[in-house]
């Protein structure tokens, strides 16, 4: 397993559209700086040079305190930047065609909303799972929901670790308690908020006293 357990407990993915002015550098680096353990770059309707651009730059930022930068969808722009890996959903390319790819060192992370699927990509390769949406999401309007049992169930199929995703908030994030999730993952928890940095630290305190 390419990512440790400890990486996910605050996963934050970004979004453009949440950061009210701010520059996509100036808020993962804030985000950072408040608690947060893992950074996704998702940007959707851009080139893929554009996101190997942006990738090169958030790089920078997540090596230097040592927090893994994850590339959503693309994983040819994630190699080809040098992100640390990348997020796949169910209908991007399969697991195992990227492990054969990109070889054993690169993180690769998957979409799991059924028990069958997360057992698929634990034995396809997958370092890491990303199963939800746990609530309504304001970001991903149309994404299929699954209940508390649901992700206590799919934790628990597989040996590896997990992070709860969908609609998340300090608020709410105690009704999954005890899932068997490692973390969270939010995008306008995080980057929506006026203060990023305190946004990700309470974040991080609530997250802890979950487990």
């Known amino acids: 397993m390419n990512i440790d357990k400890s990486q996910l407990l605050l996963y934050a993915v970004t979004d453009r559209g949440c950061l009210k002015g701010k520059s996509l550098e100036e808020a993962v ?57 990348v997020h796949v959903g169910i209908e991007d390319a399969p697991v195992a065609e ?10 690769i992370g998957a979409t799991a909303k059924t028990v069958e699927q997360a057992k698929l990509a634990e034995s396809s390769g997958a370092d890491y799972l990303g199963v939800g949406a746990v609530f309504p999401s304001p970001t991903k309007t149309n994404a299929i929901r699954i209940t508390p049992q649901q992700l206590r169930e799919i934790c628990s199929c597989v040996s590896i670790p997990a992070v709860a995703i969908g609609g998340i908030t300090a608020e709410n994030v105690y009704e999954i308690k005890g899932c068997g999730h490692s973390g969270i993952a939010v995008v306008s928890a995080v980057f929506g908020a006026d203060d990023i940095k305190a946004a990700a630290k309470q974040l991080c305190e609530v997250v802890r006293n979950t487990f």
Request: with cysteine; proline share 1%.
């Open 29 to 85: 680096e804030q985000a950072i700086l408040g608690g947060v353990t893992c950074v996704q770059l998702r940007e959707k309707n851009v080139s893929e040079d554009e996101v190997i651009e942006e990738a090169k730059k958030l790089l920078k930022i997540c090596h230097k305190y040592n927090v893994p930068l994850i590339i959503n969808d693309d994983y040819e722009a994630a190699l080809k930047s040098g992100a640390d890996g």
């Open 98 to 107: 990227i492990r054969r790819i990109a070889g054993e060192k690169f993180i």
